[in-house]
């Protein structure tokens, strides 16, 4: 989780735009520890400000932008 945490941060300061694959890969590796939906990994997205200055955002951006590609209303995202 370390790697992804730093490569998220590593986007953030050097601008890419929030469509990359890393939102993907967040929910592959958080999955690892226990089952992970799409609404879950919205929740979980908001909280990772303290990675780099915007990754929160940023990651809301992406996770939200995947969720809506695979039919889901991020902003109806609920824990499961």
Do not use: C, N
């Not at 469509?19 to 939906?37: M, N, Q, T």
């Not at 908001?46 to 902003?75: C, Y």
């Amino acid at each position: 989780m370390t790697e992804l945490e730093g490569r998220l941060g590593d986007a953030v300061r050097e601008g890419a735009e929030p469509g990359s694959p890393l939102a993907d890969e967040h929910r592959e590796v958080l999955s690892g520890f226990h089952a992970l939906s799409v609404p879950v990994q919205v929740s979980l997205g908001r909280m990772h400000e303290d990675i780099a200055p915007g990754l929160t955002f940023w990651l809301r951006q992406a996770i939200d932008a995947r969720a809506r590609a695979l039919g889901v209303d991020p902003d109806k995202a609920e824990w499961e």
